[in-house]
């Protein structure tokens, strides 16, 4: 599955989020054949309202969402790229995941240390940036040579990389992080290869006091703003709320966001943009037993999409009887959708679009 990083500096409030998030995770757990949770390591569950809406219509017995992967890296101070605190056993971890979502403190508290002595986000996010740069910075420099020495010999993919290892060590000896590297189509499998930490796709959470979940404050304008001169994506939360609304029973939840003028709980929105931070869409099985969400990435094709299910499904792959979400709805399921013409015949390199209602068609 896909999987998410939780990273930060000490005392941010990454366990209180991890916790929130897993606790909510397990209450919800009885509808949940494959939930796993670890200390460290949460699945949960992606809330989507279409997956209910399909449920519905077609009167299935069991709703079993998709889900998302988080893991609670603790350990970074720092000097960590130079081993201190959990030093590499913590990049190693980070390396592992397929997205980082840094935590920021923004909020303040006396009785709350702070590890560099004054709340200041956008510095912690440097700081912990900083450690992820020289890491990567010292693997590449390492592998130059080699790389120089096999290009001079006339291998294609070692020069290739090269080049690439060229274009992204400017960027890191200049402070920035590799995913702000030019990148082409042609050039991203190389790119990925090289798996360093600072080019996975980030997240911002700023972590917010009580007060300011429904508005955020002036820690979290900061944010937010670096967010968008990056293009990066930023979610204001309360991990202090979001635990309370943990420990709530689902039916006063709702009451309880009301109250605090918001809509949806900040782990419903940080699972979403964690979701399309991966780039992550979704297609959905539905019929009387169940209607099931499952994760594919954007551009996957039909065959693939089926293997995600089970490999039978993929080697076998025929063809996948496809209904548009909206024409399911609209058209009251799948006898509707299909009197209308809706439900196309797609074949091997049909790309699955998010919301597709597939059946799959395949032999043994
Ligand atoms: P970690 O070291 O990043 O995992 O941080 P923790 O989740 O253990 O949080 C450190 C301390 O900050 C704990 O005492 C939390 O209760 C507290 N804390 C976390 N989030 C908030 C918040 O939003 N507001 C306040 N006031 N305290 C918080």
């Known amino acids: 599955g896909f999987k998410c990083g939780i990273v ?3 005392n941010v409030g990454k366990s209180t989020l991890f916790n929130a998030l897993t606790q909510t995770a397990a209450a919800q757990a009885a509808n949940y054949p494959f939930c796993t949770i670890e200390p460290n390591v949460g699945e949960v569950a992606v809330p989507d309202q279409r997956l209910d809406a399909l449920a519905g219509i077609a009167k299935s017995a069991q709703i079993i969402p998709t889900r998302l992967t988080f893991v609670d890296i603790a350990g970074l101070v720092r000097g960590a790229s130079k081993g201190e605190g959990l030093g590499n056993q913590f990049l190693a971890h980070i ?48 592998r130059v040579v080699n790389l120089e020495k096999r290009a001079r010999g006339g291998d294609k993919e070692s020069k290739e990389q090269l080049d690439l290892v060229n274009c992204v060590l400017p960027l890191l000896r200049d402070g920035k992080p590799a995913r702000l590297a030019k990148i082409s189509d042609d050039e991203r499998a190389a790119f990925e290869a090289l798996n360093l930490l600072t080019s996975k796709p980030v997240l911002y959470v700023a972590n917010v006091d009580e007060g300011s979940a429904a508005t955020g404050n002036a820690y979290s304008e900061r944010v937010e703003a670096r967010a968008r001169e990056e293009g990066a994506v930023a979610v204001v939360i309360s991990a202090k709320i979001e635990s309370e609304i943990a420990t709530l029973p689902p039916e006063e939840r709702a009451e309880y966001l009301d109250a605090l003028g918001l809509h949806e709980t900040g782990l419903d929105r940080l699972i979403n943009a964690g979701y399309g ?88």
């Not at 909020?107 to 956008?122: A, C, Q, R, S, Y």
């Open 8 to 10: 930060g500096l000490p």
């Open 277 to 364: 931070l991966l780039g992550l869409v979704t297609y959905f099985t539905v019929g009387p037993k169940e209607a099931r969400a499952w994760t594919i990435e954007k551009g996957t094709r039909a065959p693939q999409a089926a293997g995600v299910i089970h490999t039978d499904f993929e080697k076998g792959f025929i063809r996948s009887e496809t209904i548009a979400y909206a024409d399911y709805v609209a058209l009251k399921g799948e006898a509707g959708a299909k009197e209308a013409g809706k439900m196309r015949l797609e074949g091997k390199d049909y790309v699955v679009a998010d919301g597709d209602v597939l059946h799959f068609r395949f032999a043994n």
């Open 95 to 142: 390396r592992e995941v397929d997205a980082i979502a840094y935590v920021l403190r923004c909020f303040e508290d006396d009785d709350i240390t702070h590890v560099e002595g004054k709340i200041d986000p956008l510095s912690d996010a440097e700081t912990v940036e900083t450690e992820l740069m020289i890491a990567d910075l010292e693997s590449l420099e390492k």
